[in-house]
């Protein structure tokens, strides 16, 4: 696995401790949409220290394959993050398997940039990493989500009840998946 691809129009990148600020700046300027759909921050989430300490975690389990965040770029604005595309929890052995989660910034939604990102990632995760399923909890009001999965290609398997407990409530997924074809 490489640690940056390229796609006609983008960059997917794994950053390491250097870039704290550049992803502080993605999270922040984000953060009203983001929190949404995501667990509750500890109090320091939002300090450049922490994002350090967060992406150096990251690129040590890139290199251990046990966990790989891309962050996306535009090829003409490579200074600025505009989303992101995590494969969490590899597990290897009989299964090959993992759960994707991605997240971009508004401004550049509808211009097909986490359908082209996705894409790419898909594609790395079953030829490059050799996995053999991918899963994605998405919650059932996340309707932008679920309309990329499917447009991806991930089929609906069900509803995993009171699945993440998201800004103090536990919240129910439904549950895609894709095999490699």
């Not at 667990?39 to 450049?48: D, K, L, M, S, V």
């Not at 990329?148 to 997924?173: M, S, V």
Request: hydrophobic share 35%.
């Amino acid at each position: 696995m490489k640690f940056s691809y390229y796609t006609d129009r983008l960059v997917l990148k794994i950053l390491d401790g250097t870039s704290a600020c550049d992803v502080l700046r993605f999270h922040s300027m984000n953060r009203e949409i983001f929190e949404q759909y995501e667990a509750q921050r500890p109090y320091h989430f939002y300090t450049e220290k922490y994002q350090r300490k967060i992406l150096n975690h990251e690129f040590n389990m890139c290199i251990k394959q046990t966990g790989v965040r891309f962050w996306i770029y535009k090829k003409t604005d490579p200074a600025c993050i505009i989303g992101t595309v995590c494969f969490r929890d590899i597990v290897r052995h009989i299964y090959q398997s993992c759960e994707i989660g991605y997240k971009f910034d508004p401004r550049f939604w509808h211009h097909g940039y986490a359908y082209e990102a996705l894409c790419k990632c898909v594609a790395i995760a079953f030829f490059d990493l050799e996995l053999h399923r991918i899963s994605a909890h998405i919650m059932p009001n996340n309707e932008a989500s679920i309309r990329l999965a499917e447009r991806i290609g991930f089929e609906q398997e069900g509803i995993a009840k009171k699945y993440a407990c998201i800004r103090g409530t536990w919240e129910d997924h439904i549950v895609y998946s894709m095999i490699c074809p």
